[in-house]
């Protein structure tokens, strides 16, 4: 498939590579977010060197290495010679410094590397300082190992201030992601969207299917293909008990999501459920939530946990705990089971790009004021989609989005109000409501929108915000 959109991320690298100094940059993501494709799309038509190590030992790595070294500098004849990672860098460094255009090195999966090698950081780093700050070279590190790449750039790690750049690779978000589905309409996509997530090798899967129970029959609930087993591997890959792992996302994507909720759902001790959550944040598979009024967000009681990509969230939800159903042949039991909840596993990600859509309105200045935050609200009563609060806290935004086939009534509208008057906001605040619906809205509310300076967007509305 054709390489689509990461401008921002591209940019980004090029103006690494106009810099006049060395430049040493970290690169990392989860598995599958493009980082290999992004790489070759930038170092085209730049002298480079490219290479991805895999799981073998450091003598084949190498070998395989300096055979792309001879093409490149073919000037320096066979380089057999060089068996350890200490010696092919020792060998390549000094010499890209004396030449007149800047030599892109990438070192993709670097964890393989270090794996195979754990002085490389140590030797990187001298050869760093030796050679000018690595003048003349930019050398990117690139690694699916979010949490190893992380610890990499830490204080007590040996390559700490020596990178002068990173670039978290994310999955795209809804806006890019339709870029993969340009003749499809606002439904489809949303509900590709709520199934695939934004990892575009899940979506160049589901490109080619004719729809989503096409993908969701042939692609996910089918043991043969790569989606039915894929989080297992990309969990094994980085985890060492994968399984109390899956029990705690389990639990998130099904209901409980605060840490003391889920540590009794799974049966684990909370402390060890918090540490196992920590790491899951920093491995981009989590979100960390707190109402979006607290303002101390670090001391915030009411903590939450939601899952930040939509195909793990979907996995964890009718794929792990159905596979005997799949396994047993009975996948149409399993299909009845999505399809009668489908509706508002949906809703859930009409939510979150609801609130996507009202970040780029608040750019945009389509509300009355400027909110500086923008989340959710709930306390132990009550949940709140949206909510936006202004710098001087003296303003809100206050918001419900409804995915069902119904339309919404003036009733949605005084549910909401209800529920903002036991908030407790200042009462000189000013509150702007926002309700937003795929089935559009009753001329009731129609008129009482107009009436008292509601909002609503409907699904051509939101189409249009995130196009």
Request: proline residues 4%; hydrophobic residues 40%; aromatic residues 10%.
């Amino acid at each position: 498939m054709a390489f689509l959109d990461r401008k921002t991320e591209l940019d980004t690298l090029e103006d690494f590579y106009r810099s006049p100094r060395g430049e040493m940059v970290a690169l990392y993501g989860r598995r599958r977010v493009g980082k290999t494709s992004l790489l070759r799309e930038f170092a085209r038509g730049k002298p480079h060197i490219f290479f991805t190590a895999d799981a073998n030992i450091e003598k084949e790595q190498v070998g395989a290495f300096a055979r792309l070294l001879e093409e490149f500098m073919p000037e320096e004849g066979p380089l057999g010679r060089l068996e350890t990672w200490p010696d092919a860098l020792g060998f390549l460094l000094p010499r890209l410094r004396a030449r007149s255009e800047k030599t892109v090195i990438v070192l993709d999966e670097f964890s393989e590397i270090t794996r195979q090698n754990k002085a490389v950081p140590s030797v990187l780093r001298r050869l760093w300082d030796e050679t000018g700050e690595g003048a003349g070279i930019m050398l990117l590190l690139c690694g699916s190992l979010v949490g190893e790449m992380r610890r990499l750039q830490m204080g007590e790690e040996p390559l700490y201030g020596r990178f002068t750049g990173r670039i978290n690779l994310r999955p795209f978000i809804f806006p890019e992601m339709s870029l993969f589905f340009p003749t499809r309409d606002f439904k489809e996509r949303l509900e590709t969207y709520a199934v695939l997530g934004g990892m575009p090798m899940y979506l160049s899967i589901g490109n080619k299917a004719s729809g989503i129970w096409r993908i969701i029959e042939d692609e996910i609930l089918n043991p043969s293909r790569i989606l039915y087993e894929e989080i297992p591997y990309i969990l094994g890959q980085e985890l060492r008990d994968p399984a109390l792992y899956m029990a705690i996302l389990s639990s998130i994507a099904r209901g409980p999501t605060r840490p003391a909720k889920i540590a009794a759902h799974t049966g684990i001790k909370a402390d060890t459920v918090s540490a196992y959550l920590h790491r899951l944040e920093r491995m981009d598979i989590v979100n960390r939530d707190f109402p979006v009024t607290d303002k101390s967000p670090e001391k915030s009681r009411r903590v939450s946990y939601s899952i930040k990509d939509n195909f793990v969230r979907f996995w964890l939800r009718y794929v792990y705990p159905y596979k005997y159903l799949v396994e047993s042949g009975d996948r149409d039991s399993l299909l009845s089971i999505i399809k009668r909840d489908f509706e508002a596993y949906v809703g859930m990600t009409a939510e979150e790009i609801t609130r996507e859509a009202v970040r780029i309105a608040n750019r945009d200045d389509v509300f009355p004021v400027r909110f500086s935050k923008i989340g959710r609200y709930w306390d132990k009563n009550q949940e709140i989609d949206i909510c936006g609060v202004s710098e001087d806290g003296k303003a809100f935004l206050w918001g419900e989005c409804r995915w069902r086939r119904t339309k919404m009534s003036a009733e949605d509208l005084g549910r909401l109000r209800d529920k903002v008057a036991t908030v407790g906001v200042d009462r000189e605040a000013k509150s702007t409501y926002l309700l937003c619906s795929r089935s559009g809205f009753t001329k009731g509310l129609e008129s009482r929108a107009s009436d008292e300076d509601v909002i609503l967007w409907d699904a051509e509305m939101l189409d249009e915000l995130l196009s």
